[in-house]
């Protein structure tokens, strides 16, 4: 089984319990709610300053310090200890033109000559150096007249205000809340180094901050490895109260790679187990998100499944990113099969079918590369309003009732933001010619990014894709069989119609996209002025390892420039080749936190992507 994602609500029986707003299984799928509310972001590393950085195992995160898109940051590099730091480079400060005797000056006669014997008079120093037609810098070259040194400001002693009572202390809590948000850092930082110590110097403050700055420190709890998770749970273990302010459980970035462990050494420290995640999750009465991965598969039991669909009413997301090995399934597929809510006569037996019908408030569901059949969708209560919706490689689907589901569907047919149909063709194609122009037209105008990769797009669909352009901003066209004059109409200038609002563009694979077809100017727009805003476009690495050669040659630049990851390769428009247009950063509301642009992923949770779930949404 591959990995699901979705987002449930409360089951329509009154004695049933709430299940997770949003779910994801193996693969990097997942589940969200409509009514979960956005968290706070982080800042795009995470981290503070260190002089060492550790890689991480698929480890992927967004560079906020390039203004190009699709910028990466995959690997760090930590520099040995025997590498010597360079010392700052300081500027000499130019001598002041004018000084003066200092309050503290004792007199003339307490000065030494040539570090001998003291100055006798004013006469003896003024002598030295020649400085008689100069002078000194505090006595008037007119009158002879020492100036008077300049009298010290009066130090005003400011009064403390008492304990409580200050400007900062006296906001609204949600305005300090939002102030001290900002200094939080849920992605791990770089090595081991300390994290949010601005917040534990906020704790350390006052009593005012200390009681704000706990709610954001145990918002959102991030765990790169077991060790945070141990102390983590022994101090919540210690004061329960703590639980209660944790509203998202994230081991997006957890891993063992680094810490000089086998696998069965970490077996034994026992640190991160099913019984001790468990144990968590019964502190965490709040909880309303989880992010889990495939590392932590092992470690999830049949209790811990049944302790987030069935034990946290407040539970909105779940994500298993990655998650498919056998055992992982069989645990699944036990804990939703047996016992309430699930064991109810007009449930069918299907898992999928079980599940995806007690989600009524359902937002999100990723169902990359899972079993899931057709049933299964038509199952999706009619109360549901997915915004994101993800059955990429979905080999148990019919193209007919996948067609039917997305156009009549209440659940789907006027509330899409993003979907992806992406398959290998060479596999498994879900829609032929027939089907496409089925879809199509009937899709509807709150689509933002729609991937077709795979499917049976040809030049006769090209009058039903171009209304499309009018608002999407992602294209996926992959293995498409469209003609560069078939790209060019997306672009075509008509005073009758709005222009093309596509940023990201789809088009690897894609036979008659060749290196020369793409630069003749004459005869494609996709490089040209006139495409703007399109700022990305993918190409197969059989026209992105060229692209990158040409760049390394090339002395003057066309405006774009290559940049990949994994499998994937993009060719990105350069800000500077169009200084009159706006820069746009690739924030969407719909992408929850990311800025790149492709993502194949959804994302369950608002903040920035980075760890295994970057993997998944950009790398593979």
């Not at 499998?567 to 009159?580: E, F, K, T």
């Amino acid at each position: 089984m591959a990995s699901p994602t979705t987002a449930t609500g409360t089951s329509p029986s009154s004695n049933s319990k709430p299940i997770l707003p949003r779910f994801t299984i193996p693969c990097g799928d997942h589940f969200h709610s409509r009514d979960s509310s956005p968290s706070s972001c982080d800042t795009p590393d995470g981290s503070r300053s260190s002089s060492r950085r550790r890689p991480s195992f698929g480890s992927i995160k967004e560079d906020a310090d390039d203004d190009i898109a699709q910028s990466f940051v995959d690997t760090h590099h930590a520099p040995s200890p025997k590498e010597p730091c360079k010392p700052a480079h300081r500027e000499m400060q130019p001598s002041p033109d004018f000084c003066c005797p200092c309050g503290g000056f004792l007199g003339w006669k307490q000065i030494r000559l040539g570090g001998k014997s003291l100055s006798r008079s004013y006469g003896d120093l003024r002598n030295i150096g020649n400085m008689q037609a100069k002078g000194w810098a505090w006595e008037d070259t007119e009158t002879g007249r020492e100036l008077m040194p300049p009298q010290a400001p009066a130090v005003v002693e400011l009064s403390q205000p008492p304990p409580g009572t200050s400007a900062l202390e006296k906001l609204p809590p949600e305005v300090l809340d939002q102030i001290i948000s900002n200094l939080a850092l849920d992605l791990p930082p770089n090595g081991y180094t300390p994290r949010n110590v601005d917040l534990i110097s906020c704790l350390l403050t006052s009593h005012t901050l200390h009681a704000a700055t706990l709610g954001v420190l145990y918002r959102n709890m991030t765990f790169p490895h077991s060790i945070i998770f141990s102390k983590a749970l022994n101090h919540m273990s210690q004061y329960p109260a703590l639980g209660t302010l944790v509203r998202r459980l994230d081991f997006s970035h957890f891993t063992s790679v680094g810490l000089g462990r086998t696998k069965q050494m970490n077996a034994e420290i026992q640190n991160l187990t099913s019984r001790t995640l468990l144990k968590c999750l019964d502190l965490l009465p709040n909880l309303k998100e989880c992010l889990l991965q495939e590392h932590l598969e092992g470690d999830l039991s049949v209790e811990v499944i049944r302790k987030l669909f069935m034990g946290l009413p407040n539970l909105r997301a779940v994500d298993f990113c990655g998650c498919s090995t056998q055992a992982f399934s069989q645990v699944f597929t036990e804990a939703l099969s047996a016992g309430p809510p699930f064991a109810h006569d007009t449930i069918p037996a299907p898992m999928f079918d079980q599940l995806l019908s007690r989600l009524i408030n359902l937002t999100h569901l990723d169902l990359t590369h899972t079993q899931v059949n057709d049933s299964a969708l038509a199952a999706i209560p009619e109360t549901a309003r997915i915004s994101h919706l993800g059955l990429s490689r979905c080999t148990r689907l019919r193209s007919s009732a996948l067609i039917e589901f997305l156009t009549t569907h209440p659940a789907v047919c006027d509330s899409l933001v993003y979907l992806n149909l992406l398959n290998d063709p060479t596999r498994f194609r879900l829609l032929e010619e027939e089907d496409v122009s089925a879809l199509l037209p009937k899709l509807p105008s709150t689509l933002r990014s729609m991937n077709l990769g795979g499917a049976k797009v040809t030049s006769e669909h090209v009058s039903l894709l171009i209304p499309l352009t009018k608002h999407l901003h992602e294209l996926g066209l992959s293995s498409a069989e469209l003609s560069v004059k078939d790209v060019n109409s997306f672009f075509a200038k008509d005073e009758n119609a709005a222009p093309s609002t596509l940023c990201y563009l789809d088009l690897a694979k894609v036979p008659q996209m060749t290196i020369g077809a793409i630069f003749n100017t004459s005869s494609c727009l996709l490089l040209s002025e006139q495409s703007y805003p399109l700022q990305v476009i993918e190409f197969s690495d059989k026209i992105i390892t060229p692209l990158r050669e040409r760049a390394k040659t090339q002395r003057v630049s066309v405006g774009w420039t290559v940049r990949d990851l994994g499998r994937r390769g993009w060719y990105v428009r350069d800000p500077a080749s169009l200084p009159n247009e706006p820069l746009d950063d690739g924030y969407r509301y719909w992408k929850m936190g990311a800025r790149w642009w492709g993502m194949r992923k959804i994302p369950m949770a608002v903040g920035d992507v980075g760890g295994i779930y970057g993997h998944y949404m950009f790398k593979k």
